[in-house]
């Protein structure tokens, strides 16, 4: 679980500030471990069986120990188990939806601990409980988060957000609605837009996960991406959301673990290595034979979508999916980039529903991300048996990015997070670069008549990685 400093210093406060003093915490481990606690608890007492209390056992696999659950089974009489495939020693703020998720079950109707106040259904008194904590959070968050937010408001001058009419105040789930509508229609971008003309540069939306502000104002965007970056994390609902398919990489991580990350890659994106364009020429000669002569309508975004992944997996793994090739992919290689597109299609619905993301089965999700990884895993196993063959780190004369990273770390699952991250941003971010390009030069033949000019400049000669540096009309084409 990714701790933020808040959320450290959250928890210290808790402990340390309390009237009880921070020894209040390890008060419970001292009783456990030895026979002169106070008030009659001690060891022996712990172990006992306590047979009138009604007893609910969660089980997470990072928990610093794993016990047997008889051992679990001896302390009373046991009406509810769960084992769960996420979460550890801090299950109740790293995996919160899982720890309610089993209260309801054995305190609903049907579990069983329903009905353990006589003659009531325990559901008032939940109420009047949780009431009494939802006010003393809130009255803590106004002293702590609150008041923070409050000092940065004045020191910065923050002016009030507009807030995105909607008709349900609490959840905008009419405001969910039409973003799915939008998605289906494929106008999102479009609507967004309209939003932001009619709204201005900065917002906020009600969604079913809180209070989301949108901003593409450029000095909020220098704030949070340059001058106070260190500042600003991704957010909780992404991180849950793509770690399951990408897992802890560069595009997931905020503070050491991304700097680890960064620290990782960056080496191997120098111009030395980058720079060969005889695989993307391969590759864009097959984009080419894939578009129809007879002068039919083509979908070049689905091209291009496969040009960058065919491109992208073999400066990666050393071996291409060959999807603008059918006849030289593999079944395997194919599967792959089926499954990998639906999954990326998966996180980002995850990561809308937030929260709740969780609760929603998506077993065709779970089949895919564990083929994604199970393909990668093979392909790093074979890097690193590579490694330590000490084979050439070049594949006929390519270069392969796992063969690099595989010599400086041999964290198997970080590799394949590193490698699953770069294909993301590869494949998709080039892709929708490309279909942008494309669809304005479509409509401006004044811009492709200039970008034709500088091309015929080479004489029919394929450039080279520097002559396509030098192209200042191309470039500010793509920058644009």
């Known amino acids: 679980y990714p701790w933020t400093d808040d959320e450290?210093?959250?928890?210290?406060?808790?402990?340390?500030?309390?009237?009880?003093?921070?020894?209040?915490?390890?008060?419970?481990?001292?009783?456990?471990?030895?026979?002169?606690?106070?008030?009659?608890?001690?060891?022996?007492?712990?172990?006992?069986?306590?047979?009138?209390?009604?007893?609910?056992?969660?089980?997470?696999?990072?928990?610093?120990?794993?016990?047997?659950?008889?051992?679990?089974?001896?302390?009373?009489?046991?009406?509810?188990?769960?084992?769960?495939?996420?979460?550890?020693?801090?299950?109740?703020?790293?995996?919160?939806?899982?720890?309610?998720?089993?209260?309801?079950?054995?305190?609903?109707?049907?579990?069983?601990?329903?009905?353990?106040?006589?003659?009531?259904?325990?559901?008032?008194?939940?109420?009047?409980?949780?009431?009494?904590?939802?006010?003393?959070?809130?009255?803590?968050?106004?002293?702590?988060?609150?008041?923070?937010?409050?000092?940065?408001?004045?020191?910065?001058?923050?002016?009030?957000?507009?807030?995105?009419?909607?008709?349900?105040?609490?959840?905008?789930?009419?405001?969910?609605?039409?973003?799915?509508?939008?998605?289906?229609?494929?106008?999102?971008?479009?609507?967004?837009?309209?939003?932001?003309?009619?709204?201005?540069?900065t917002f906020a939306i009600k969604s079913i996960t809180g209070t989301v502000i949108i901003t593409i104002e450029p000095e909020n965007l220098k704030e949070i991406q340059s001058l106070q970056f260190k500042n600003w994390s991704l957010g909780h609902r992404r991180k849950v959301a793509f770690q399951n398919l990408l897992g802890p990489g560069i595009f997931v991580t905020d503070g050491a673990a991304w700097q680890r990350s960064r620290d990782l890659l960056r080496p191997n994106f120098v111009r030395s290595q980058i720079g060969d364009l005889r695989t993307f020429e391969t590759h864009v000669n097959h984009l080419i034979q894939a578009i129809p002569r007879d002068g039919s309508t083509v979908n070049l975004q689905d091209l291009f979508l496969r040009l960058t992944i065919d491109s992208a997996t073999e400066f990666l793994f050393g071996e291409s999916t060959n999807c603008l090739a059918p006849g030289t992919s593999t079944e395997l290689n194919t599967k792959f980039a089926e499954a990998f597109n639906r999954s990326q299609d998966a996180i980002s619905r995850h990561a809308r529903y937030g929260r709740f993301g969780s609760l929603v089965p998506d077993p065709e999700f779970a089949r895919d991300a564990k083929y994604v990884h199970a393909f990668v895993d093979d392909l790093v196993e074979k890097g690193m048996a590579r490694r330590e063959t000490q084979e050439s780190e070049k594949d006929e004369g390519r270069y392969v990015f796992l063969q690099q990273l595989v010599t400086q770390t041999q964290d198997k699952h970080q590799i394949r997070s590193e490698l699953l991250n770069v294909l993301l941003a590869g494949r998709d971010t080039t892709a929708s670069l490309l279909s942008n390009v494309w669809w304005e030069i479509a409509r401006r033949p004044d811009v492709w008549a200039k970008l034709r000019k500088e091309v015929d400049a080479l004489g029919g000669v394929a450039p080279t990685f520097e002559q396509i540096k030098d192209m200042r009309y191309l470039r500010a084409v793509l920058n644009e």
């Open 8 to 201: 450290i210093l959250t928890w210290v406060s808790i402990y340390w500030f309390s009237t009880a003093g921070p020894a209040a915490s390890l008060r419970i481990y001292y009783e456990a471990l030895h026979e002169t606690g106070s008030l009659g608890v001690n060891r022996s007492r712990t172990w006992q069986w306590i047979g009138g209390v009604k007893l609910g056992l969660s089980y997470f696999p990072k928990e610093l120990v794993i016990m047997p659950k008889t051992y679990g089974r001896t302390l009373g009489p046991v009406v509810y188990e769960n084992d769960h495939k996420h979460g550890g020693h801090f299950a109740a703020t790293e995996k919160p939806e899982g720890i309610a998720s089993d209260l309801k079950k054995m305190f609903g109707k049907g579990g069983g601990a329903y009905g353990v106040i006589r003659g009531k259904n325990g559901f008032l008194q939940l109420f009047v409980g949780s009431s009494a904590l939802l006010a003393v959070y809130y009255a803590y968050w106004q002293f702590t988060i609150g008041g923070s937010r409050r000092r940065m408001i004045g020191e910065n001058g923050c002016k009030p957000v507009k807030r995105l009419p909607t008709v349900d105040p609490f959840f905008g789930l009419d405001l969910f609605r039409q973003t799915l509508k939008y998605l289906k229609q494929h106008t999102l971008l479009e609507r967004a837009r309209e939003r932001f003309r009619r709204m201005g540069n």
